[in-house]
């Protein structure tokens, strides 16, 4: 809508997409300035630059009205990146009611990128170093202990004043000229016990000083890790390791990283044996049929008709390897594996005794 005039009569000319209407104030009393619209009602129209805000499952269509909307710059937000990349490449514009009824899967393609960001992310974290909590028991003793010497040292320092004074008004010692002194023996036993009273206070004081020293690197440790424990990275990473340790999530990545072999093998297989069949590369062993045709792999094992492991590699779009079948029986890992591991050795002897080829 766009506003033409303001006439003198006060009603107020707009245009509507080639429509002029005349309208009142108080009938467009709600009316603002378009800041953002639909992309369904963004077709045919063009800015110099434009901001995306996708929603779940934008599909190919919407996906390709968005893009090509602004001239010079795009931004996209998303919080979803992988998963945009994944619904992009699906088209949706023959969907009908039913379709809009979701129906999530245990796991589906979303779902297993986010699984594989979140095992990244946390085994990054779990790579860092991070202070470890120190003993609280350890911080107990060394509290206690240091509030007992704390308590003898500052008795040790009053009896030694007091001692001090007791030496220093001592009458002198006896000599024939001084009938009225006191003896040697008591002067010196005074004085020998108030040198081990300063010696007794040197050691409590050595003691407290070194114990208080080790309570004080205790405390800097615990307020480092309190800090540490308390930050809100550190909380979302424990809960993302909480989430890790799930038995579904780690059965799903333990499929996952079975796949991921899996199609390494099926790829080295096909790229070594693999011949052209109508636009599809494909190799028929004995056990197994490999096919490859574009970013979709499938394997299928003698005699089934349909595949037992199927997959889209979206990775170069900034997706994952998307596995849409996954009905592989152990027996099956260990055979492909075990043809493959025969195939490298026989590539390595081939370039040990021929040296290096470029054909195959």
Not at 19 to 48: I, N, S
Not at 65 to 82: G, H
Not at 89 to 113: C, H, K, M, T, Y
Not at 320 to 333: A, G, M
């Amino acid at each position: 809508m766009t506003i033409d005039a303001f006439n003198p009569d006060g009603m107020i000319s707009i245009n509507t997409r080639g429509k002029v209407e005349t309208l009142t104030p108080d009938q467009l009393v709600h009316v603002d300035y378009a800041y953002c619209r639909t992309v369904h009602a963004a077709q045919g129209w063009t800015a110099q630059e434009a901001i995306w805000a996708p929603g779940n499952n934008p599909g190919k269509e919407q996906t390709y009205v968005a893009l090509s909307r602004a001239k010079t710059e795009l931004e996209i937000v998303t919080t979803n990146r992988q998963g945009l990349g994944l619904s992009a490449e699906r088209s949706r514009g023959q969907e009908n009611a039913q379709d809009l009824v979701i129906i999530e899967p245990a796991f589906s393609a979303e779902r297993d990128a986010e699984l594989l960001v979140l095992q990244r992310d946390v085994k990054a974290w779990l790579k860092q170093d991070h202070p470890e909590s120190p003993d609280p028991e350890m911080g107990k003793d060394l509290q206690w202990q240091v509030r007992y010497l704390s308590e003898q040292r500052s008795d040790l320092k009053v009896s030694c004043r007091e001692q001090q004074q007791e030496f220093e008004e001592m009458e002198p010692e006896r000599t024939l000229f001084n009938w009225g002194g006191e003896r040697p023996e008591v002067i010196e036993a005074k004085r020998q016990l108030l040198e081990e009273s300063k010696q007794q206070l040197g050691y409590v004081e050595g003691t407290w000083q070194q114990l208080q020293g080790q309570l004080q690197d205790w405390q800097k440790e615990m307020d480092v890790y309190q800090q540490w424990d308390k930050d809100p990275q550190t909380q979302l990473m424990r809960e993302k390791v909480e989430q890790l340790q799930d038995p579904d999530v780690q059965e799903r990545l333990q499929q996952l990283q079975l796949a991921y072999g899996l199609y390494a093998n099926c790829v080295k297989v096909l790229n070594r044996f693999g011949v052209y069949e109508e636009g599809i590369r494909v190799f028929q062993g004995q056990r197994y049929r490999f096919e490859s045709e574009g970013q979709h792999l499938r394997l299928f094992r003698q005699g089934d008709e349909q595949p037992i492991f199927q997959t889209m590699d979206m990775r170069q779009l900034g997706g994952i390897l998307e596995v849409q079948q996954l009905d592989v029986r152990p027996d099956d890992y260990q055979q492909i594996g075990s043809g493959v591991r025969l195939l490298e050795r026989q590539i390595r002897q081939s370039i040990q005794r021929e040296g290096p080829s470029l054909v195959r």
